[in-house]
């Protein structure tokens, strides 16, 4: 099975336009992507799975995963009543991260 983040095509085969999916707030934040320029009534002519398999190719995975933490930490704000200043921690802990370059070196020298 392949992780999440492997997957292009949407769970749900879907019909919705751009123009019924988005709000307008949506469109702004889409167009301020570079090279992105839709402009209005346009949203009706692409369809809503299209925008993800296009958004698949050119936005890293990094970024997808900060995206999606900055909505889980608006959704918990508002469900939860938190402060402002509450965020969730977006990296692991330094020591993972230096034991997991450590095997990836391993791991090249053994290849070679």
Request: aromatic share 6%; proline share 2%; net charge negative.
């Amino acid at each position: 099975m392949l992780p999440q983040a492997d997957i292009l095509v949407p769970e749900e085969a879907t019909s919705l336009s751009l123009g019924e999916a988005l709000s307008a707030e949506d469109f702004y934040a889409l167009n301020s992507l570079s090279r992105v320029s839709i402009k209005e009534g346009q949203g009706s002519q692409i369809a809503l799975s299209d925008l993800v398999l296009e958004l698949a190719h050119f936005i890293d995975a990094d970024t997808i995963r900060k995206m999606e933490l900055g909505l889980l930490e608006d959704a918990f704000k508002r469900e939860w009543q938190l402060e402002d200043d509450f965020s969730l921690v977006e990296r692991r802990n330094k020591e993972i991260d230096l034991v997991m370059r450590d095997m990836e070196e391993v791991s090249w020298r053994a290849a070679n």
